[in-house]
């Protein structure tokens, strides 16, 4: 098939990447998100997609949304057969999603109707779930609602990061995009509606979210690390300053009880409080410095004995 694919962050290369190697389909131009500025110096940079995709040579097309009437031209004389869409980042109008005559085929990184939205890895570890996995469906005006054409299943391993845990679905789950394009083209899948039960919502996770709480139990607090590991980044605050937890597991059975927060170390871990068992803190940022070691943090921090997280 002749494709026009749709993606804009390091997640949706595999598929770009897979799409281009396949001997079926023909990947004619990339539609990704504008140059944005990043860094210190606030330079302009690609996005990994666009960066992928000029190096293979491809034309890139970055209009400031989906609603743009130079874009819905360009993608008209494009004809493709189908969009192949992974986290573009914009919603897209009936006109536009009605221009390829297979329509636009997402790849999202959960079972739907589970987690529909922006952070369905980060969700699943957040709630605990033991399997998640990925679904290809067919673009309508709805938030992740089009029929289903493809899915496949991942294990959560227990100490998976949102991080690791979406770098395996990103390439499995261009296998499986490759796959449904090729029924697509074939004639032989068909889609299904998604079911009405079962429902839930991944929203976009803010730095806010991101903050650790300590009066919850370890349980809860683990999985909330892990969920927003690497970004947006779990952290908190000591003496009102904002440090960063890198990462940190539910302490054994050896561990002193501690209020939530509170701090406590000896020679070979650091512990913080919760509502529960502590957490065993492993790396630690704090505020100016790198990622480091908490225990090496820890003996230089000088903390007095009733210092606490908050």
């Known amino acids: 098939m002749r494709l026009v694919f749709a993606g804009t962050p390091e997640v949706a290369v595999p598929s770009l990447q897979a799409l281009l190697d396949s001997d079926r389909h023909e990947v004619v131009a990339v539609i990704s998100r504008p140059d944005a500025r990043t860094g210190r110096g606030r330079g302009l940079s690609r996005s990994p997609v666009a960066a992928a995709a000029d190096a293979a040579g491809v034309e890139v097309l970055t209009p400031p949304n989906a609603r743009d009437p130079e874009f819905a031209e360009r993608l008209l004389a494009l004809a493709p057969d189908a969009v192949p869409v992974v986290a573009y980042g914009h919603l897209v109008p009936r006109p536009v999603l009605e221009i390829p005559a297979h329509g636009w085929i997402n790849l999202h990184f959960s079972l739907l109707p589970a987690w529909r939205g922006a952070a369905p890895v980060n969700a699943a570890i957040a709630a605990g779930d033991e399997v998640t996995g990925a679904t290809t469906f067919r673009l309508d005006e709805g938030m992740d609602t089009g029929p289903v054409l493809g899915t496949m299943t991942e294990t959560v391993r227990p100490r998976d990061t949102a991080g690791e845990l979406l770098g395996r679905l990103a390439e499995s789950g261009a296998g499986l995009l490759v796959a449904t394009l090729d029924g697509l083209e074939t004639g032989e899948l068909r889609e299904v509606p998604q079911l009405k039960d079962g429902v839930s919502y991944a929203g976009k996770l803010t730095v806010e979210d991101a903050r650790v709480r300590w009066a919850d139990p370890a349980l809860a607090v683990d999985r909330h690390i892990r969920s927003v590991t690497p ?49 065993a803190i492993e790396t630690i940022q704090p505020p100016g410095k790198k990622m480091m070691n908490a225990l090496d943090w820890i003996r230089g921090a000088r903390l007095d004995d009733e210092a606490a997280f908050e």
């Open 231 to 279: 970004a947006p980044g779990a952290w908190t605050t000591l003496n009102g300053q904002r440090v960063k937890i890198g990462s940190a597991r539910p302490a054994d059975d050896t561990a002193p009880a501690l209020e939530p927060g509170h701090i406590a170390w000896d020679k070979r871990t650091f512990h913080v409080g919760t509502a529960s068992a502590p957490m």
